[in-house]
């Protein structure tokens, strides 16, 4: 399965599934935290691998990522990724700080970045799981901040390179005072997202 | 930064001189080129040099061996495929043992996790194995650690020039 053969149908079913996690995400972000954070879902697309460097603007773009591993009945990865900026300001939101207040990552920010991440992709994995009946499990997150081109070279390698195809979920974390785009990345190998697919029944 | 960031996807170095190595490839040059890859995280640049010509070669490879991989694609991304092909390519007739070597790369990027963390050593290892092989000696590295590097050989002085941003520049 290449992205340009997915069909506006199978596009919007991964759409949804977004959406669905997105939703459950930001209700247990915001148990977590005791303060609401909305998280929205305003773009889904279908790039290829070697292309998500330039997402960023090249592959030495200073990135905060977070990785896990997918165990189950589909192989993978799931790589949540924010920008310098974008990650600086999200700690801020999450700590409910006044925008520009955190100005570096330390040892706490880091796993404030890797809670909240895990939760998402826990969260978008769940949708996907119950939707499509699969069991998905993820491994412990881990956390880099790093060169972008390095960080993607050690996603693909891990799921054995055969991930030709990166499903990109825009995804808006928004409260009273900011709002901050960060990207997940869901790597599948090729035949399990035909294994998704067909379990939505949009094959 | 919004959605707008999704649109910018071209990269490009504006130096016609430098010659990109992609992840997973090598290339071949002479002076006045310069060989320059991007963003090592557990992969292993290996730059080769030949004083008398100022020629060289940069590879960015991601695995030891073809055994850890059935996907298909170029098998240049093995150090045990890609370093015999690039000295036989730098070397083109002379004998490989006047080549000498420098290394950059093969760092563990993500740090709680054991299984990814060690494939850059084992790319090391195997690299470092396969130039022995071939007599080619290691005269400088900047390996391991845990954080990205990017490199460009000049082909003038063989020096290799290393940017990270953990500790800026560094020139092996």
Redesign the interface.
């Known amino acids: 399965m290449k992205a340009e053969d997915l069909s506006v149908l199978q596009i919007d079913a991964l759409r949804e599934l977004g959406s669905i996690g997105a939703g459950h995400a930001a209700t247990a972000l915001s148990q977590m935290l005791n303060h609401a954070v909305d998280i929205t879902v ?2 889904i ?1 279908l790039v290829p691998v070697s ?1 998500v ?8 773009t ?1 990135v905060g990522a977070v ?1 896990t ?1 997918l165990l189950g009945d589909v192989s993978g990865g799931m790589l949540f990724i924010a ?1 310098r ?2 990650m600086l300001a999200l700690i801020d939101l999450l700590r409910n700080r006044e925008p520009g207040t955190t100005k570096s990552m330390n040892a706490d920010e880091e796993a404030l970045a890797t809670h909240a991440a895990s939760i998402l992709t826990a969260a978008y994995l769940s949708a996907i799981s119950r939707m499509a009946d699969l069991s998905l499990l993820p ?6 901040f ?6 993607l ?2 996603a693909t ?2 799921i ?3 991930a030709d195809t990166a499903i ?1 979920v ?1 995804t808006s974390f928004v409260d009273e005072r900011a709002v901050v ?1 960060a990207v997940l990345f869901y790597l599948p190998d090729p035949d399990s997202l035909d294994i998704i697919l067909g379990r939505l029944g949009i094959v | ?3 707008g ?2 649109s ?4 490009g170095d504006p130096d016609a001189n430098v010659i990109h190595v992609g ?1 997973g490839e090598f290339a071949v040059a002479e002076h006045p080129a310069i060989l320059m890859t ?6 292993v640049g290996v730059a080769l040099w030949d004083a008398f010509r100022h020629r060289g070669g940069l590879a960015h490879v ?2 030891p061996t073809p055994s850890e ?3 298909e ?1 170029n098998r240049d ?1 093995f150090a045990s495929v890609a370093i015999p092909h690039m000295v036989n390519a730098v070397a083109d007739g002379v004998a490989p043992r006047r080549l000498v070597a420098k290394l950059v790369g093969g ?1 563990a ?5 054991s ?2 963390s060690n ?1 850059g050593e084992r790319n090391l290892e195997e690299v470092r194995h396969q130039l022995d092989l071939l007599r080619i000696p290691v005269l400088a590295e900047d390996t391991g650690g ?5 490199v460009e050989l000049r082909l003038d002085t063989g020096l290799l020039v290393v940017r990270s ?1 953990m500790y800026g520049i560094r020139e092996l």
Not at chain 1, 139 to 144: H, L, M, T, V
Not at chain 2, 8 to 11: A, R
Not at chain 2, 109 to 113: E, I, N, V
């Open positions: 305003p773009e697309k292309d460097p330039m997402v960023f603007g090249g592959p030495e200073l990785y591993r920008p900026a974008a491994s412990a997150p881990a956390f880099a790093d060169m972008m081109g390095a960080i070279e050690v390698m891990d054995g390179m055969k990109l825009l785009d | 930064m919004s959605t960031f999704l910018g996807l071209s990269w992840t991007p963003a090592l995280g557990s992969c991601m695995l991989s059935n996907a694609g991304r760092a990027m993500f740090k709680s996790d299984n990814l494939v845990s954080y990205a590097r990017t941003y």
